[in-house]
């Protein structure tokens, strides 16, 4: 199993930045594919991104492409989220979730350990 926490969320102007990052407890971490997924009020939670075990494949939300970067860092149990170019629409709280094995997906049911979310909101 592993235990999932958000962090670095918070309020800030269209046009920002922020890094989440998504740290883990446990010590198979590196056998867990993590994605990064988000839910506005009145919302579906949506995909953002996802980032398998090693790191070497990446993918992302065409409405994030360009602007937020996924990386991972096994030796500290973290994965991040850089998001810049920011948006009111990216307004959302953000979930980590981490599925064990090679696949990453984008829907949320084929995740099975979840963070507690924290939120996002992007002024205009």
């Known amino acids: 199993q592993v235990q999932l926490v958000e962090s670095g969320g918070g309020l800030v102007q269209a046009g920002g930045s922020l890094r989440l990052s998504c740290a883990a407890s446990?010590?198979?971490?590196?056998?867990?594919?993590v994605g990064w997924f988000r839910q506005a009020p009145g919302k579906e939670r949506e995909f953002v991104s996802s980032?398998?075990?090693?790191?070497?494949?990446?993918d992302y939300a065409d409405s994030v492409e360009g602007r937020f970067t996924i990386s991972r860092d096994n030796a500290k149990n973290t994965v991040y989220l850089e998001m810049n170019s920011l948006k009111p629409e990216d307004t959302a709280v953000y979930y980590c979730?981490?599925?064990?094995?090679?696949?990453?997906?984008?829907?949320?049911?084929?995740?099975?350990?979840w963070g507690p979310g924290t939120r996002v909101t992007v002024s205009s």
């Open positions: 980032i398998t075990r090693s790191g070497g494949r990446t």
């Open positions: 979730a981490a599925v064990l094995g090679i696949s990453c997906y984008t829907t949320p049911r084929n995740y099975a350990y």
């Open positions: 446990g010590r198979t971490f590196d056998r867990y594919c």
